[in-house]
C-alpha cells in the first residue's frame, strides 16, 4: 500500500477515526489497533512475509529479555551474536543471497564445470526489510550494552518494529527514542493536527509534484543514454539527483507527518543535504537516520576513529561500502558506497592537514564548497542509479559526444523542479524549520495547503507509483 | 512545541560548527496553536479546495475536441433525459450511431431516437441510456440493439466505465453491480469512480491541463449529432475498409476462439427483464458488415461463435428475439470501415431494418 495511493487514503478513512476514537481509552487497545493496522499495510503488499516481520519481533523480544535476565558475559554474548546473526541472516538470505551467488560465480565460471543460475533461489525481497531488521538489531544491540531497559510488552515492541508510517522506508528510529512513546499514553493536541497535516502535504507535494515528474526524464535518459550524450548525462543524472531527494524526503515527511496525527514524533531523516559543503556534513543531512545507525552499530563498534588514522580511514571505507551495500544487491551500490567513503576520507585528509577549520564558512566560498560537493554527489547518484558498471562507463565515455534534442526537451521542466527544491531548501535554511509553512499567517496556510491538494490532484505525473527507496 | 532530535556527527571526520542552517539547528518549529485555530485553517482550505474543484468541474465539461466518444455518451445521456417519445429505440455502438437515421424511419413504423454511443462503453450503456429514456419518455414500442461483434467479447475498463455520466454515488452503485468483479474489486472500482467523479481535478485532470495549456492538445474535427441522435460518419481514407478488414481478419487468426464476456450476458438478460416488465420487444441485431470481410474462412469461424453465442443468451429471455440470421452485408464502396457504412446509404438501411423488424415476431407488447 502506497502513501500515495487511493487504497492507502481508504485505510487512512478507516483508521483515523477508529484510531481516535481509542487512543485516549486506553495504551494497550490504541496498541493493538496499531499493530493490526501495521500489518494489514504490510500485508498488503503480500501477507506470506507478515509472518517474518512477526518471527523477527518475536525473537528479538524474546532475545532482549534473556540478556537482561542474564549476568553471565559469554552467556550475553552468545544471546547477542545468536539474535543479530539470525536477524542478518534473514537479511542475507532475503537480499544478498543470489548477489553473492551470482557474483562469486562469475569469478569463477572458468574454474566451475555448471552454471550457478542452478544455485539461485526466487527469492522476492519483502518491502522494508531492510529497515525493520536495522531497527530490531539496534534495540538488541541497545539491551545488550545497558542503553536501554527492555520493554516487557511484546505488543509494544511489535508496534515498534511494525508501526507503519515507518516501516517499509524508515525513518530507522531508535528503540531508545519510539518505544517509551509505543508504551505511554499520548495527549494529540492541535498543533500536532496541523504539524502532522503539514507535514504530510509536503512530503506528499515533493512526491507527487516533483519526483514523480523527475522521474520520467531520468528514466529516458538511463534507458537511452547509447543514443544521448554531452549536457544529455547532466540533465538525466540532476533529474535523478532531484527525483531521489523529492521521492525519499517526501516519504520520510509522509512518515513524519502520519506519525504525529497519531501523536507520535518520529526523527528527522533530512536536513537540506544538497546545502551541505562537504562530506562530512552531506552525511549529517541525507538519510540521517541510516549514518546515525552506521556511525553508533559499525563504525564506532570497529574501532572509528579511536585507533590511529589509517584505521579510522579504514573504517570509514568499510562503513561506507557496506552502507551502500545495505541499499541493494548490486555492485553499483557497492560502487556508490565506496566513492562516499573515498569522499569522506579525501575530507579527513584534507581536515586534517588544515587543522581541521572550526568557524564556519559563509558567502562565496562556502557557495564554492556547496556546489563542489553537490557536483561529487552528483556523480554519486550516477554510479547509484546506473544500472550496470558497463553502463556506468558507457555514460561517462559519452560526456564527450554531442548533446542531442533530450536537453532542451526536458531542461524547462527540469530547471522548474530545480528551482521548486531550492526555494523549498532555501525557505526551510532561512527559518530554520523544517516545517517552516507552519509559521505562516493562518489565511496563507489556507491558501497553500488548498493549493498544493489542487496542484498535486492535477499536475500529479501519476497517483500512486512506487517509492525508490521501497526496493531497498 | 515538538522537536526533532539533532543530528550527531556520521561515521568520521570532524564535525564542522554550525552555519546558518547547520543540521543541528534545523529542527521543527510548530507554533502552539489551539483547536479553534487549527479547524479555521483546515476547514477554510477544505472550502478553497471545494471552489477550485466546483471551478473546474464547470471548465472541463465533456467536450468533442477532447474526447468525441465521452462527448457523443453525454450527448445521448442528455438525448434520453429529454423525454422524445419514441415508437423505436436504437441502441448500440458506433456502427448503429452512423447508420441509423431516425428521420429516414418510414412513417407507418412510427416514431424513432438513435441512443447509440460507441464502443468504449460496451453493451452497458445501452441498459443505462434505456433506463433512462423509460424513466422519462415512457417505455418504447421495441428496441434495437446493434453493436459490432467483437463489442460483445471487449472487456470493461474503469477509463472507459467513468465516460458514462453517472453522478459519484450513482457510479459507485452501478460499479457494485457490474459482473465479472470480486467484491473487493467491485469496492475498487466504487471507490475510485467516487473519488475521479468528486474530484473533476483529479478526474478530469488530462482534459484540465490541456485546456489550461500545459498538456497538448487534441486535434479534432467536428462531426454533428442530429437532434434524433444520428452522426454521420466521414471517410478519411480510400483504404480504410480494406485496411481495417485486415486488421480483423488478423485478429481471428490470432484470437480464433470467441467468447461473449458477462457484460454482454448481463446487459441482455437486463434488457429482456426490462422488457417483460414494461412491455416492449427487445430485437438483436448485427450490425452492418463489409462482405469481402464477412467471406473470410478465419473470420467467419469467429463470427458464427459470436452468432450461436449470442443466440443462446437471447433464448434465456421471452422479449428478446434474435434477428441474427439476417446479415447486413455491403460492398466496400458503400463503407467508411469493415463495419460502419457511408452516410449516404444509412436511409435506406435505416428502412430496410424498420421492414425487417415489421415482420418480425413481436412477443412482447
Given at each position: 500500500?502506497?502513501?500515495?495511493?487511493?487504497?492507502?487514503?481508504?485505510?487512512?478513512?478507516?483508521?483515523?477515526?477508529?484510531?481516535?476514537?481509542?487512543?485516549?481509552?486506553?495504551?494497550?487497545?490504541?496498541?493493538?489497533?496499531?499493530?493490526?493496522?501495521?500489518?494489514?499495510?504490510?500485508?498488503?503488499?503480500?501477507?506470506?512475509?507478515?509472518?517474518?516481520?512477526?518471527?523477527?519481533?518475536?525473537?528479538?523480544?524474546?532475545?532482549?529479555?534473556?540478556?537482561?535476565?542474564?549476568?553471565?558475559?559469554?552467556?550475553?554474548?552468545?544471546?547477542?551474536?545468536?539474535?543479530?546473526?539470525?536477524?542478518?541472516?534473514?537479511?542475507?538470505?532475503?537480499?544478498?543471497?543470489?548477489?553473492?551467488?551470482?557474483?562469486?560465480?562469475?569469478?569463477?565460471?572458468?574454474?566451475?564445470?555448471?552454471?550457478?543460475?542452478?544455485?539461485?533461489?526466487?527469492?522476492?525481497?519483502?518491502?522494508?526489510?531492510?529497515?525493520?531488521?536495522?531497527?530490531?538489531?539496534?534495540?538488541?544491540?541497545?539491551?545488550?550494552?545497558?542503553?536501554?531497559?527492555?520493554?516487557?510488552?511484546?505488543?509494544?515492541?511489535?508496534?515498534?518494529?511494525?508501526?507503519?508510517?515507518?516501516?517499509?522506508?524508515?525513518?530507522?528510529?531508535?528503540?531508545?527514542?519510539?518505544?517509551?512513546?509505543?508504551?505511554?499514553?499520548?495527549?494529540?493536541?492541535?498543533?500536532?493536527?496541523?504539524?502532522?497535516?503539514?507535514?504530510?502535504?509536503?512530503?506528499?507535494?515533493?512526491?507527487?509534484?516533483?519526483?514523480?515528474?523527475?522521474?520520467?526524464?531520468?528514466?529516458?535518459?538511463?534507458?537511452?543514454?547509447?543514443?544521448?550524450?554531452?549536457?544529455?548525462?547532466?540533465?538525466?543524472?540532476?533529474?535523478?539527483?532531484?527525483?531521489?531527494?523529492?521521492?525519499?524526503?517526501?516519504?520520510?515527511?509522509?512518515?513524519?507527518?502520519?506519525?504525529?496525527?497519531?501523536?507520535?514524533?518520529?526523527?528527522?531523516?533530512?536536513?537540506?543535504?544538497?546545502?551541505?559543503?562537504?562530506?562530512?556534513?552531506?552525511?549529517?543531512?541525507?538519510?540521517?537516520?541510516?549514518?546515525?545507525?552506521?556511525?553508533?552499530?559499525?563504525?564506532?563498534?570497529?574501532?572509528?576513529?579511536?585507533?590511529?588514522?589509517?584505521?579510522?580511514?579504514?573504517?570509514?571505507?568499510?562503513?561506507?561500502?557496506?552502507?551502500?551495500?545495505?541499499?541493494?544487491?548490486?555492485?553499483?551500490?557497492?560502487?556508490?558506497?565506496?566513492?562516499?567513503?573515498?569522499?569522506?576520507?579525501?575530507?579527513?585528509?584534507?581536515?586534517?592537514?588544515?587543522?581541521?577549520?572550526?568557524?564556519?564558512?559563509?558567502?562565496?566560498?562556502?557557495?564554492?564548497?556547496?556546489?563542489?560537493?553537490?557536483?561529487?554527489?552528483?556523480?554519486?547518484?550516477?554510479?547509484?542509479?546506473?544500472?550496470?558498471?558497463?553502463?556506468?562507463?558507457?555514460?561517462?565515455?559519452?560526456?564527450?559526444?554531442?548533446?542531442?534534442?533530450?536537453?532542451?526537451?526536458?531542461?524547462?521542466?527540469?530547471?522548474?523542479?530545480?528551482?521548486?527544491?531550492?526555494?523549498?531548501?532555501?525557505?526551510?535554511?532561512?527559518?530554520?524549520?523544517?516545517?517552516?509553512?507552519?509559521?505562516?499567517?493562518?489565511?496563507?496556510?489556507?491558501?497553500?495547503?488548498?493549493?498544493?491538494?489542487?496542484?498535486?490532484?492535477?499536475?500529479?505525473?501519476?497517483?500512486?507509483?512506487?517509492?525508490?527507496?521501497?526496493?531497498? | 512545541?515538538?522537536?526533532?532530535?539533532?543530528?550527531?556527527?556520521?561515521?568520521?571526520?570532524?564535525?564542522?560548527?554550525?552555519?546558518?542552517?547547520?543540521?543541528?539547528?534545523?529542527?521543527?518549529?510548530?507554533?502552539?496553536?489551539?483547536?479553534?485555530?487549527?479547524?479555521?485553517?483546515?476547514?477554510?482550505?477544505?472550502?478553497?479546495?471545494?471552489?477550485?474543484?466546483?471551478?473546474?468541474?464547470?471548465?472541463?465539461?465533456?467536450?468533442?475536441?477532447?474526447?468525441?466518444g465521452?462527448?457523443i455518451?453525454?450527448?445521448k445521456?442528455?438525448?434520453?433525459?429529454?423525454?422524445?417519445?419514441?415508437?423505436l429505440v436504437f441502441l448500440g455502438d458506433s456502427t448503429c450511431l452512423v447508420s441509423l437515421d431516425p428521420?429516414h424511419?418510414?412513417?407507418?413504423?412510427?416514431?424513432a431516437?438513435n441512443l447509440c454511443t460507441v464502443g468504449d462503453v460496451l453493451p452497458l450503456a445501452d441498459?443505462?441510456l434505456?433506463?433512462?429514456?423509460?424513466?422519462?419518455?415512457?417505455?418504447?414500442?421495441a428496441i434495437v440493439v446493434m453493436h459490432a461483434y467483437d463489442i460483445y467479447s471487449r472487456?470493461?475498463?474503469?477509463?472507459?466505465?467513468?465516460?458514462?455520466?453517472?453522478?459519484?454515488?450513482?457510479?459507485?452503485?452501478?460499479?457494485?453491480?457490474?459482473?465479472?468483479?470480486?467484491?473487493?474489486?467491485?469496492?475498487?472500482?466504487?471507490?475510485?469512480?467516487?473519488?475521479?467523479?468528486?474530484?473533476?481535478?483529479?478526474?478530469?485532470?488530462?482534459?484540465?491541463?490541456?485546456?489550461?495549456?500545459?498538456?497538448?492538445?487534441?486535434?479534432?474535427?467536428?462531426?454533428?449529432?442530429?437532434?434524433?441522435g444520428y452522426m454521420p460518419t466521414v471517410k478519411?481514407?480510400?483504404?480504410e475498409v480494406e485496411d481495417d478488414a485486415?486488421f480483423h481478419r488478423?485478429s481471428a487468426?490470432?484470437?480464433?476462439?470467441y467468447?461473449l464476456t458477462?457484460y454482454g450476458?448481463?446487459t441482455i438478460?437486463?434488457l429482456?427483464?426490462?422488457?417483460?416488465?414494461?412491455?416492449?420487444?427487445v430485437y438483436l441485431v448485427p450490425s452492418p458488415l463489409y462482405r469481402g470481410l464477412r467471406e473470410d474462412?478465419?473470420f467467419g469461424l469467429i463470427y458464427q461463435q459470436y452468432l450461436t453465442q449470442l443466440k443462446?443468451v437471447a433464448?434465456?429471455?421471452?422479449?428478446v428475439v434474435p434477428m441474427l440470421d439476417q446479415e447486413w452485408l455491403f460492398d466496400a464502396s458503400e463503407m467508411q470501415n469493415a463495419d460502419h457504412i457511408l452516410p449516404e446509404h444509412a436511409p435506406a438501411f435505416t428502412a430496410r431494418l424498420a421492414a425487417a423488424i415489421?415482420?418480425a415476431?413481436?412477443?412482447?407488447?
Amino acid at each position: 500500500m502506497l502513501f500515495n495511493s487511493l487504497s492507502f487514503l481508504a485505510f487512512c478513512l478507516v483508521f483515523f477515526p477508529l484510531y481516535y476514537s481509542v487512543h485516549q481509552r486506553s495504551v494497550r487497545a490504541r496498541n493493538v489497533l496499531l499493530l493490526i493496522a501495521s500489518y494489514i499495510f504490510y500485508g498488503a503488499w503480500d501477507w506470506r512475509f507478515l509472518s517474518l516481520i512477526a518471527f523477527t519481533s518475536a525473537w528479538d523480544y524474546a532475545a532482549a529479555l534473556a540478556l537482561h535476565r542474564s549476568r553471565r558475559p559469554e552467556i550475553r554474548k552468545a544471546i547477542l551474536v545468536t539474535s543479530v546473526g539470525l536477524s542478518l541472516g534473514i537479511l542475507a538470505v532475503f537480499k544478498y543471497f543470489n548477489f553473492f551467488i551470482e557474483s562469486f560465480g562469475a569469478l569463477l565460471s572458468p574454474l566451475l564445470p555448471i552454471a550457478v543460475d542452478n544455485w539461485t533461489l526466487r527469492i522476492i525481497l519483502p518491502v522494508g526489510l531492510s529497515f525493520y531488521t536495522f531497527q530490531s538489531i539496534s534495540y538488541v544491540v541497545d539491551v545488550y550494552r545497558g542503553d536501554l531497559e527492555p520493554t516487557t510488552s511484546l505488543l509494544d515492541y511489535a508496534v515498534y518494529v511494525a508501526l507503519f508510517p515507518q516501516l517499509v522506508a524508515g525513518p530507522i528510529e531508535r528503540a531508545t527514542h519510539l518505544l517509551p512513546q509505543v508504551a505511554e499514553r499520548r495527549r494529540i493536541t492541535a498543533t500536532d493536527i496541523e504539524a502532522g497535516v503539514a507535514l504530510v502535504l509536503m512530503g506528499l507535494a515533493k512526491k507527487i509534484l516533483i519526483a514523480d515528474n523527475a522521474s520520467p526524464i531520468a528514466d529516458h535518459f538511463f534507458q537511452h543514454h547509447a543514443q544521448l550524450g554531452g549536457a544529455d548525462a547532466l540533465i538525466g543524472s540532476l533529474a535523478f539527483y532531484v527525483q531521489i531527494y523529492a521521492d525519499f524526503s517526501g516519504y520520510s515527511d509522509i512518515a513524519r507527518g502520519l506519525a504525529r496525527l497519531m501523536g507520535f514524533d518520529l526523527m528527522i531523516n533530512f536536513k537540506l543535504p544538497y546545502l551541505a559543503s562537504n562530506p562530512s556534513e552531506f552525511w549529517q543531512r541525507w538519510h540521517i537516520s541510516l549514518s546515525q545507525w552506521l556511525r553508533d552499530y559499525l563504525y564506532i563498534p570497529l574501532g572509528g576513529n579511536r585507533r590511529g588514522w589509517g584505521r579510522t580511514l579504514l573504517n570509514l571505507m568499510v562503513t561506507m561500502t557496506l552502507g551502500g551495500l545495505w541499499h541493494g544487491a548490486a555492485w553499483n551500490f557497492v560502487l556508490w558506497g565506496v566513492f562516499h567513503g573515498a569522499l569522506l576520507c579525501a575530507y579527513h585528509v584534507v581536515t586534517r592537514a588544515h587543522a581541521a577549520p572550526a568557524r564556519p564558512q559563509h558567502g562565496v566560498m562556502r557557495a564554492v564548497h556547496v556546489i563542489a560537493l553537490n557536483g561529487a554527489v552528483l556523480f554519486g547518484w550516477m554510479l547509484f542509479r546506473a544500472e550496470s558498471l558497463p553502463q556506468i562507463a558507457q555514460i561517462v565515455r559519452g560526456l564527450t559526444s554531442a548533446t542531442t534534442a533530450f536537453t532542451s526537451a526536458h531542461g524547462p521542466t527540469l530547471a522548474l523542479l530545480l528551482g521548486a527544491t531550492w526555494l523549498h531548501d532555501c525557505l526551510a535554511c532561512r527559518t530554520r524549520n523544517m516545517t517552516f509553512p507552519l509559521q505562516w499567517p493562518a489565511p496563507w496556510r489556507a491558501i497553500a495547503y488548498a493549493t498544493v491538494v489542487a496542484l498535486m490532484l492535477l499536475v500529479g505525473n501519476d497517483i500512486g507509483a512506487q517509492f525508490i527507496y521501497f526496493q531497498f | 512545541m515538538r522537536a526533532g532530535k539533532a543530528a550527531s556527527a556520521p561515521p568520521g571526520a570532524p564535525i564542522r560548527k554550525n552555519t546558518r542552517c547547520g543540521p543541528a539547528v534545523l529542527q521543527d518549529v510548530a507554533p502552539i496553536r489551539d483547536w479553534r485555530q487549527v479547524t479555521i485553517v483546515l476547514t477554510a482550505s477544505a472550502l478553497l479546495l471545494a471552489l477550485l474543484n466546483l471551478a473546474a468541474a464547470r471548465f472541463a465539461q465533456p467536450s468533442e475536441r477532447w474526447n468525441r466518444g465521452e462527448f457523443i455518451i453525454d450527448t445521448k445521456w442528455r438525448l434520453a433525459s429529454a423525454g422524445t417519445p419514441a415508437d423505436l429505440v436504437f441502441l448500440g455502438d458506433s456502427t448503429c450511431l452512423v447508420s441509423l437515421d431516425p428521420a429516414h424511419l418510414p412513417a407507418d413504423a412510427g416514431l424513432a431516437v438513435n441512443l447509440c454511443t460507441v464502443g468504449d462503453v460496451l453493451p452497458l450503456a445501452d441498459l443505462y441510456l434505456l433506463e433512462r429514456h423509460v424513466r422519462h419518455a415512457g417505455a418504447p414500442r421495441a428496441i434495437v440493439v446493434m453493436h459490432a461483434y467483437d463489442i460483445y467479447s471487449r472487456q470493461l475498463s474503469l477509463e472507459n466505465f467513468m465516460l458514462l455520466p453517472f453522478g459519484p454515488f450513482e457510479a459507485a452503485r452501478r460499479a457494485a453491480t457490474l459482473p465479472g468483479f470480486l467484491p473487493h474489486q467491485q469496492i475498487a472500482f466504487g471507490v475510485r469512480s467516487v473519488f475521479e467523479k468528486l474530484f473533476p481535478l483529479y478526474g478530469r485532470r488530462a482534459q484540465l491541463r490541456a485546456e489550461l495549456g500545459v498538456a497538448p492538445r487534441r486535434q479534432y474535427r467536428h462531426v454533428p449529432i442530429s437532434a434524433l441522435g444520428y452522426m454521420p460518419t466521414v471517410k478519411t481514407s480510400a483504404t480504410e475498409v480494406e485496411d481495417d478488414a485486415v486488421f480483423h481478419r488478423r485478429s481471428a487468426q490470432q484470437h480464433p476462439d470467441y467468447q461473449l464476456t458477462s457484460y454482454g450476458q448481463y446487459t441482455i438478460d437486463r434488457l429482456g427483464r426490462l422488457a417483460e416488465h414494461e412491455g416492449f420487444t427487445v430485437y438483436l441485431v448485427p450490425s452492418p458488415l463489409y462482405r469481402g470481410l464477412r467471406e473470410d474462412p478465419a473470420f467467419g469461424l469467429i463470427y458464427q461463435q459470436y452468432l450461436t453465442q449470442l443466440k443462446a443468451v437471447a433464448a434465456a429471455r421471452p422479449c428478446v428475439v434474435p434477428m441474427l440470421d439476417q446479415e447486413w452485408l455491403f460492398d466496400a464502396s458503400e463503407m467508411q470501415n469493415a463495419d460502419h457504412i457511408l452516410p449516404e446509404h444509412a436511409p435506406a438501411f435505416t428502412a430496410r431494418l424498420a421492414a425487417a423488424i415489421a415482420a418480425a415476431p413481436t412477443p412482447c407488447r
